[in-house]
């Protein structure tokens, strides 16, 4: 059982700051992924950022620059580091891990924060 829980988000004006967390727990030996998505109503959900089980990051084109995908191994911890923030970018904002377990290895979703930029 790896429950996932994601905190940090809000309302922001444009051009500020914010950093989500994602933190894994439980039956968990590595965490092989970890990404950020994000979605609005109507809309298919988007990537946002990945890291691969190689270690290379990448990003969508419409935040290249501004976000920032980083891990604490050690606390099973990925963090999203949004600056610049723009009106385009109000979503619900997903974390997303490839964790491999005890016997299996599984997809985990956190369970979505808002993240609102408005003035």
């Known amino acids: 059982q790896v429950d996932v829980v994601e905190s940090g988000g809000g309302l922001v004006q444009p051009g500020g700051s914010l950093r989500l967390s994602c933190a894994a727990s439980?039956?968990?030996?590595?965490?092989?992924?970890a990404g950020w998505y994000r979605q609005v109503p109507g809309k298919q959900r988007e990537l946002v950022a990945i890291?691969?089980?190689?270690?290379?990051?990448n990003y969508a084109d419409s935040v290249k620059g501004r976000f920032t995908l980083s891990r604490e191994n050690a606390k099973n911890t990925s963090y999203l580091q949004m600056n610049s923030l723009k009106p385009e970018d109000t979503a619900v904002y997903y974390c997303?891990?490839?964790?491999?377990?005890?016997?299996?290895?599984?997809?985990?979703w956190g369970q979505g924060t808002q993240v609102t930029v408005s003035s």
């Open positions: 439980g039956a968990i030996f590595e965490i092989k992924s």
């Open positions: 997303w891990y490839y964790i491999r377990g005890l016997t299996a290895s599984s997809e985990y």
């Open positions: 890291n691969d089980s190689d270690g290379s990051t």
